[in-house]
C-alpha cells in the first residue's frame, strides 16, 4: 500500500508540475491521506457541479490552470465537465482540452481509487453507476 501511495504522489507531482502550479505546501495537501466518505460526497455532488465559464478562448489554458492550481478534486471535476461539454457541442476535442481532460480523469480517478480501494481503471463506471443509483 505504502508503494502505491508514493506513486500516486509523485504522479500528482507530476500533474501540479504539468499544470504550471507545484508548491511545497500543496505537497502536503498531497500527503493528506483521501477520506472514502469524503470521495463519495464529491462523486455524488458530480451532477451539481458547475462548468467553468470562460470570458476569453485565448485564455482558456490559463483558466484550467488557475482553477486547478489548489489541489481541490472538485474544481478538477470542473474543467473535466467544461472539457466534456465542450468536446461535445464541438464534435472535436481541442488538444488543450484533451491534455487536462487526461491529466484530471487521471489525477482523479488516481485519488478516488486510493480512497475507496477500487481499482482506477474501474472508477469510470462506479462514477457512472453511483450516480444512475442516486437519480433512480
Same mark, same amino acid.
Given at each position: 500500500?505504502?508503494?502505491?501511495?508514493?506513486?500516486?504522489? %509523485?504522479?500528482?507531482?507530476?500533474?501540479?508540475?504539468?499544470?504550471?502550479? /507545484?508548491?511545497?505546501?500543496?505537497? #502536503?495537501?498531497?500527503?493528506?491521506?483521501?477520506?472514502?466518505?469524503?470521495?463519495?460526497?464529491?462523486?455524488?455532488?458530480?451532477?451539481?457541479?458547475?462548468?467553468?465559464?470562460?470570458?476569453n478562448? $485565448?485564455?482558456?489554458?490559463?483558466?484550467? $490552470?488557475?482553477?486547478? !492550481?489548489? /489541489?481541490?478534486? #472538485?474544481?478538477?471535476?470542473?474543467?473535466l465537465?467544461?472539457?466534456?461539454?465542450?468536446?461535445? !457541442?464541438?464534435? !472535436?476535442?481541442? %488538444?488543450?482540452?484533451?491534455? /487536462?481532460?487526461?491529466?484530471?480523469?487521471?489525477?482523479?480517478? !488516481?485519488?478516488?481509487?486510493?480512497?475507496?480501494?477500487?481499482?482506477?481503471?474501474q472508477?469510470?463506471?462506479?462514477?457512472?453507476?453511483?450516480?444512475h443509483?442516486?437519480?433512480?
Amino acid at each position: 500500500l505504502h508503494e502505491r501511495y508514493t506513486a500516486a504522489l %509523485s504522479q500528482h507531482q507530476e500533474f501540479l508540475r504539468l499544470a504550471g502550479r /507545484y508548491r511545497p505546501e500543496i505537497l #502536503e495537501a498531497l500527503k493528506r491521506r483521501a477520506e472514502p466518505k469524503e470521495a463519495m460526497e464529491l462523486i455524488g455532488r458530480i451532477p451539481q457541479i458547475e462548468t467553468l465559464k470562460i470570458k476569453n478562448e $485565448k485564455f482558456r489554458e490559463q483558466e484550467y $490552470k488557475d482553477c486547478i !492550481s489548489d /489541489y481541490c478534486p #472538485e474544481n478538477w471535476v470542473k474543467v473535466l465537465k467544461t472539457t466534456y461539454k465542450r468536446t461535445k !457541442s464541438r464534435g !472535436s476535442i481541442t %488538444s488543450v482540452d484533451r491534455k /487536462y481532460q487526461t491529466l484530471l480523469e487521471h489525477a482523479l480517478y !488516481s485519488e478516488f481509487a486510493f480512497a475507496l480501494g477500487i481499482p482506477a481503471g474501474q472508477m469510470p463506471r462506479f462514477i457512472e453507476d453511483h450516480i444512475h443509483d442516486m437519480e433512480s
